[in-house]
C-alpha cells in the first residue's frame, strides 16, 4: 500500500513510518515542520535502511497536497497533522481550528479530487471527556471540556457526516490513551520544545537533571496511591495499530471510532517508580495541587481494537520506560531532539 502520513514527521507520525515501512509499505510524509525537526527523516531511514520520501507543506495546502496524492498513487492517509497542546489550545483557540479542524477540511477536499477514500485519524481519548465508567469504550458518551478537545470532537462528527454523504469513504478514527516511550533505536521519540507538560518527558528530563523535581499533580484522587491514573501505551504497539487499522480499512466502508489503549491503568507514582528503575536515577518529585481539568483515571476498553483490527498492545511500563530514557540519553549525545 502506498501511504500518506501528515505529520510525519512528528513524535506517532515518526513511529508509524517505521511501522508501515517494515511491514513492506510505501510512504510519503507530509508535514510543514512546525513542531518536528527535518533530522527525523535521517534517523527514520537509518532505522529501515533508506529514507523515506518527505514533502515539506502544510495540510491547509490543498493543491499540494492533492497533487501529493495523485504523483504518488497514494491508497491510503493516515493523519497525524495537527497542533496538541491542551493549554495553548485555550490561550489560541482559532489557531487550533485552523490547524486542526481546516487542515482537516483541507485534507478531504484533496482526497476527494485525487480520489483517495481511505483514512486513519489521529482521534484522542480526550474525546470522552470526564469518565462516567471505566474502563472507556467507544460507546461512552463524547464530550470536551477545551479548545483542544473540541477540535478533535469536531473532526470526529464531520468524518462521521461525509461517510454518510458518500459510501465510498472508509474511515477509522483511531482514539489513543497515552502515547509513551520511543522506538528500541534511541534515535526518534518525544522531544517536546520547551517544558514538556506531558509526565514522561518530563519525568525523563528530571531523570538526565535538565529539569529539577516532578510535581505531582494532586495526590487526593480517588484512586489506589491519590495520584492520576493513565493509560499509558508504548508509541511502537502504537504504530502497528496504525498498520493493523489501515490494512483493515480496505474492507470496512463507513466511519468507525477504535481505541487505541493497553487496558491498564498506571499512577503518577507508579509512573515515576518505573522510570526510576529504567533510568536507574533518582526522580525527585513535590506533591503539589491537581491541575485544572485532569481527571482521576483514564483507561481504554481494548476489545474492539483486538476483535475488528486483531491488534493488541505487547510492550509494557518497563519497555516504555527503557526506551524513553534511551532516547533523552541519545538525543543529549547527538545534540538533536
Ligand atoms: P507532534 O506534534 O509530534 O506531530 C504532529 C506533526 O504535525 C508535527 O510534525 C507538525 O510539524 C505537523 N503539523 C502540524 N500542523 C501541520 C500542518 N498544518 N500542516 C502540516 N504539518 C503539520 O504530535 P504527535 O504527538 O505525533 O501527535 C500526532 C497526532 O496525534 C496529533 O493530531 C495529536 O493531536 C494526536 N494525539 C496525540 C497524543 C499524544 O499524547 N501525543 C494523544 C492523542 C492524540
Ligand atoms: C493530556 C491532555 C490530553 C491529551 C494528552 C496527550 C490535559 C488536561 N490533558 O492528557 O487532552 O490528549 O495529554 O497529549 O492536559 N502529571 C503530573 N505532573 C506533570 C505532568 C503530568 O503529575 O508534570 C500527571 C497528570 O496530572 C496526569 C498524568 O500525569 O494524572 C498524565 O498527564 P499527561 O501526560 O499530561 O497526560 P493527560 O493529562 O492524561
Redesign the pocket.
Known sequence: MNVLLTGGMGYIGSHTAVALLQAGHRVVLYDNLCNSDAGVLGCIGQIVGKAPLFIQADVRDTQTLSDALTRHEIDAVAHFAGL????ESAQKPLAYYANNVEGTVSLLEAMTRAGVCSLAFSG???VYGEPRYLPLDEAHPLSA??P??RTKLHIEEMLRDLSVSDPCWRIVCLR?F??AGAHESGLIGESPSGI?????P??ARVAAGELPS?????DD?PTPDG????DYIHVMDLAEGHVAALDWLGGHPGCHAINLGTGQGY??LE?VEAFAKASERAIPYQI?P??????AA?YADPGKALRELGWQARRGLADMCASAWNFQRRSRETGFR
Open positions: 496538541k497542546a491542551v493549554g484522542s481519548a480526550t471540556t477545551n483542544y478537545g489513543y497515552n502515547p514538556p507538560n506531558n509526565l514522561l518530563y519525568v516532578l510535581s505531582v499533580f494532586g484522587y495520584t492520576g491514573v493513565r499512577s503518577v509512573m503539589a491537581r491541575r485544572a481539568g485532569d481527571v483514564c
